[in-house]
């Protein structure tokens, strides 16, 4: 008994030394860490827009309000590390209980094969955290699903509660609707589309009904209806899957790296011998497959298997003949399929069969030798090899994680902001920023999370290096002249009040026929000032930010004008959700859940 208390303690220790090992820099001390996609603020306001009562796709709700409601008792920096360290806990953990086995070393393979990944670095170096705690959440979405379709009791609050971390954004809602219906098996297949479509709707319910344009585009009539429901064709190519060695696109997807951004690769994944570990790892996956049925069921094994596999192809499809043509026509046609465009965020569910089935896998190799050094082998080589071919995973990436302080400048703009609202410009007019006081790391522009009001910034994405150029070290004081940022490729944005205003600047009109209040303009980053700024006196003038309060006058017909999502369905959405969140706890703590269940469970 007291022995295996001790092996209980065994695999929460385990997990706690790989997320200390991954997000050590993060952890010691306050400060954000801001990188591409991941930015978080000391206090982010709850907009219209954080709920999808915005004029762009809601690419980040709920997250956003999430995100708000939370960090108004609850310090941003702290929010960033509570979110981060729960991610890489919860998939540790839950890959581990997922094993079928009683062996402590058998989990250990599981927990470090689904933390210790290609897949974990790119999209923590890329900054895309909620698709990071939807990936966590998988393991445990996959044992209630399980305890779904074998009739247990309570299994579906269960699955409820474990879904809500994963749907605060659009690909993670799919990644776990994905992986319920798989697991809970096709009996069960319509409720648990209903619940996952229920759960979801916050997102998919603005995504269906706006934004609109109701008046003249930059370029002449636009029609009625959703603005952004298609996406540029061109984001397909962009966002394919990249070979990272010999191996090309397909054996890095199966290793599951091949992120489309090369810069947030770590330079291990060029090594030679990567393809031949992917190669490796995969097919003693495959060997363990037969473990996980003969304790699943094969129907279950068979459905969690094909999820993989549909995780790989999705992965792939940007950059495999003649899956790259029919993606283009999707996403140029269908609405939505945006969402398919960077594939490789799919191979998660490749990854959850992966960790799980290698671990089975390993188990039954070392089963099959006769002396038990062979058999400790075997499994300590499971657990050190995925360590050993991603070294530069730990310690936040060797130094790319590293927290900073927003300059007081942001504060001091958001007070101005706050004391007469209104709409803001951000300038200059780029989707991404390489702050100097940031040590130059490409970031998200954080305007829109920072100011208490709609801001409006440039949606065209810049694939492929979005904000070079030479900027100030974090200790020098801004250039007084932005350089401009470049990429490699430009995908099209999907906010039409972005492209209006975006026209209305290339043409030199007037700031003040632009639609907005104020006019932000952010210095120590790469980026060109329009000349209209020329001569206007500013009402904040700050190290690193300027504000200007726009006179508003008659528009010129460059704007459109822009509807979002009606707010009583969308209100109702998020109703609806919460909901059914809020019952599955129910049912899960009153005595009412507990009728029904046999005696002794």
Known sequence: MVARVRRGWVVPAVAVALTVGVLGPVLAGRGFVLVYDMVFVPRQPLLPASVGLGAALPRAVPADAVVALVSAVLPGDLLQKIVLVAALLAGATGAARLVPTERTAVRVIAAVGYTWNAYVAERLFIGHWPVLLAYG??????????????????????????????????????????????????????????VALLLNAPWWVPAVLGPSLLGPAPLGPAPLGPAGAVSDPAAVAAFAARGESWGGPVLSVLGLGGIWNAEVVPASRDSPIVPLIAVLFAAVALYGVRRLARAWGTAAARSLLLLGA?????????????????????????????????????????????????????????????????????????????????????????????????????????????????????????????????????????????????????????????????????????????????????????????AAVRGALARGEPLESLGVDWVLVEHGTPGELPAQLAGMAPSYDGAWVTLYRMSRTPGTGSVPVVASAPAAPVLVADGSALALAGGALLWLLLPVGRVGAPVGK
């Open 310 to 498: 549909l995780g790989l192809v999705v992965a792939v499809a940007g950059s495999v003949p003649p899956l790259d043509g029919a993606l283009r026509w999707a996403v140029d046609t269908v609405p939505g399929a945006g969402l398919l465009r960077d594939g490789q965020r799919f191979a998660a569910w490749w990854g959850l069969v992966l960790a799980v089935g290698m671990a089975a896998g390993a188990e039954r190799l070392a089963d099959r030798l006769p002396d038990a050094l062979g058999r400790a082998a075997v499994l300590a080589g499971a657990v050190l090899l995925p360590l050993a071919v991603l070294p530069d995973l730990g310690w936040g990436g060797l130094g790319r994680l590293r927290p900073v302080d927003y300059p007081a400048d942001w504060a001091a703009a958001a007070e101005v902001v706050r004391a007469d609202p209104g709409d803001v410009l951000v300038l200059p007019f780029m989707t991404y920023r390489s702050f100097g006081w940031n040590a130059g790391r490409t970031q998200l522009d954080p305007a829109p999370r920072l100011l208490p009001a709609t801001t409006v910034t440039d949606d065209t994405l810049p694939v492929g290096n979005p904000a070079t150029g030479d900027v100030p070290a974090a200790t020098d004081a801004p250039a007084a002249t932005d350089a401009p940022a470049t990429g490699d490729a430009l995908v099209a944005g999907e906010d039409p009040r972005a």
């Open 137 to 194: 959440m998988l393991p445990w979405i996959v044992l209630a699903g399980l305890a779904v379709r074998r009739g247990e009791p309570r299994a579906w609050p269960r699955l409820v509660l474990s879904m809500l971390p994963a749907v605060l954004g659009p690909t993670g809602g799919l990644l776990a609707a994905g992986a319920a219906v798989a697991a809970a098996g096709r009996r069960r297949a319509v409720p648990m589309l209903g």
